[in-house]
């Protein structure tokens, strides 16, 4: 199988309206339109024609762009309606060609950014009150139904050319990947025995029976369908929070430098060891005194140093998840003073309700949970001049393990490092599984979250950090070197699919919400699959598709 | 990879304690003792020693029954003590080697067994209330420590020589594949960065610090470990319910006919299709009037018809499984008398406090679970002359798919099917979901079940059912064979990966428990590294262990 990833000039995830190639986002008030309109000879690698409004990552990047800046850039918009631009379809899904050169790794790494990217705008729909709904005005297949899905409302024109329908198992021998089987029973609680009928039609289900079994929510006749899309959106974006009257902030380009192993971001940096297959990530707390109020975060804008810092940290988890497979430990360190993380935490808790700080919130949020699902081990280094304070501090809480420096460094005037939290380690960041980190650290220990936020803003040196329970070991000067080296070179060396499988078993103990359903159950298996023969060998469904052969499988079951 | 499963008489799951080759049980009044003592030459299969008490399919197919007499032939006992016979080891986990030549769907199906039999311990301490309790009286690994943390209790020796340990990740690349990963975080809830750390160890963790971070319950010295084990137990057992003074009921072996494709028990057959690829299994209903009361179930013994049912399904579902991997679809019908049923499951609802009637309830609700964690698709067909009632009615419910013929046949005498709820479908035998499977199947109507109860012990026909959402698809006589013949070929013409994966994620909908975590989650990721080179290629480290060869891994991360 041809490797997607390699040989080609690393993916960048930074764009802008104004290069979009693959979608057209227009405005009407508080409704904004966001169109698929994908240029076929625009992939993001060469091989195959995107057809039919089939995406591949190049696609997806742009949408991603595009919802995070609906989010910031327009505070006015309360809802989005997702559509095609084209004539006679709505989306093929994920292209299948492109699905079939690529390497195993390229296509779970696309599944699971498509994945967050559905799963940002269901979050845009609940928190962030930009409610997406659907207008599917074609035929609407595999990953375009899942994009459907994870809107709050669909409306399909009712003709004899338009259905839904999620044609991977009969079709390609795979899952359909981007969370429809699970959005199917979970979310819009299809009954089963429908659900399996309709996954294993592959020319889906139209009208009427598609809106009794549920997988839709309105069907109209193409003559009304914009109008009613249009006045579905109104109602919605009428139920919104957002202040209508307010600006929007300008997300600019992110700045990076690129030069050999190191990237650089304004606060993040990342050097690569490729002898060892580690990134060290550092992270730099701010500079400068936090704002005052809501609007002194308006006035700084992107330069707003937890914006600035969830941007660079999205953007830098990206590049490695898709740009360095071979590297498979993350090390994360933090630099600076924590009295200023704290401020800035407690301007992001004070000015909750505002919708800018909501939306800064929000995005730590789900940068974190990038972090989490990422199939990489985390371990975090806890060292003098370190600032492991609130938000940074959930950097130490999403590691699989951290070390602490007990005391100070021989030759380091530095005084011993400590941690702090603040307010935010108790809500602002839930992990998927619904859950703080803290409550997910502690689940056989509830009382012991409580007992923690008695110590908001105290400085917990590694002996007091250790007996809360909130780092996992505190060597001193004299073993952390070998410590830390003896435990990166034996993580390096175990087998990275067996490293994967247990941290995405280890990370997520208690509640399961959809997330963790996508993440956990339906990615593993489409992982599995992804592996067969009978979906991925040289007689397999994905590489036989449009051939006009057929795949003559393995039947025996496993 | 040499396949373990063929060219090799059928695996037989019938077995009595006369006939253990690897476990001792032995009887204490209320506690019993289930020693571990594996015959090193008798493994199932030629080709590995089962050395240092490791196991293999042979070995838990005991330590089921075992598990099985002691609920229904015990009532006396309210505790067992799991432990080993052997001097200087516990239990070092599942045969490495025989893993090392066993085909993947042999693994597969290896892990869902061990699984269940897991499950079935800790339903056993749950619900049957014979608790289990774990001596460790040497090292424990892998599936050795697997095994005691599906007991409810551990006790540990306190000596240099005792450690648990999930060596799995470190030694042989693939996961803990019996639960061990989940029952770490989310049944003894042990911190997870502390997790991480134990999982990688190869060595384990034994004494203080294993009960310190929650991996057992107690550790003491050698010479008080058995005393300590037994006054456990005791304590443990004094707190049942179970009659001490009651007689157990024998379970003589079961009597089975295979001949050619025809595998025949008492109330249910089997006939294989080669061509199709299709299994059809008909359940018989009670031939005669149930038993007025408790004493009549006793004096009936293993012959109860709801035992016999359970016990004859449970056969025919593991000699499917792991007998007959290229039949993937299992055709279920009925044939009988609704009042009959009904009339058995009303003594099995009026009489559900009684000692061996719940036993009875339990064991139908594991058999139907078994039917649901099976990957295989699963279509019932309800025609005249079925008897779709309360339990029976379980099987329709847990399809994929049902079909139910509206009408009578041509040139049949018989009146058209009904179906009919009793008492039993609304909460006898929950998922493993936790869920009822009418509470699963409308997890977006929950008003509908509370409807239905009222339709309780009403005969409902192919309109009715269908309007109460209780069947998929009611073809009338015309439309019947061909409606279902192509539904048939169709299924089997799909992918069996693909469909796997696709019914394991419809079929559990709604919330998540241990179990759907170990089947759902766990089992994906574990079956997705079982097809990875890292762990079963030429040079993975299944195939390398014991050779002094390293593996050495591709890198690349998924």
Redesign the interface.
Known sequence: MAETTSDSSPVDFRTEPARYRHWKLSFDGPVATLAMDVREDAGLRPGYELKLNSYDLGVDIELYDAVQRLRFEHPEVGAVIVTSAKERIFCAGANIRMLGQSS??WK??FCKFTNETRNALEEASAESRQTYLCLVNGPCAGGGYELALATEWIVMADDGNTAVSLP???L????PGTGG??R???K??????????F??TEEGVKGKRAVEW?LVDEVVPRSRLEETARQRARELAARTDRPRAAKGIVLPPLERTLEGDRIAYAHVTCVIDRRR?VAEITVAGPATAAPTDAAGVAAAGASFWPLAVARELDDVILHLRTNE????VWVVRTLGRADLVEAYDRLLHDHAGDWLVREVRLYLKRTLKRLDVS??SIFVLVEPGSCFAGTLLELALA????FMLDGTRTGQSLPPASIRLTALNFGAYPMINGLTRLA??????PDRVDDLKGRTGQDLDAAAAAAA?LV?FTPDDIDWEDEVRLALE???A??????????????F????TLE??IF???S??????F??P??VGPKG?LQLYGTGER?D??????
Chains 1, 2 share one sequence.
């Open positions: 195993h790794g779970v790494n991977e198992v009969p390609l021998a795979v899952l089987l699970t199917l029973v979970d819009r609680r299809v009954r089963r025995d429908r659900a399996d009928f996954c294993t549920g297959g497979p071979q590297i498979g199939s990489r590691a699989d393990r951290s997910s650290r502690f689940l056989g220990e329970g996992t034996e993580r390096t175990f087998s990275p699919d067996a490293l994967t499988g247990m941290e995405a078993s280890l990370r103990g208690g509640p399961e963790t359903k956990g159950r339906l593993a298996w489409q992982n599995w699959i592996q067969r009978n979906a469904a795949s499988y393995d039947r025996g079951r496993a």
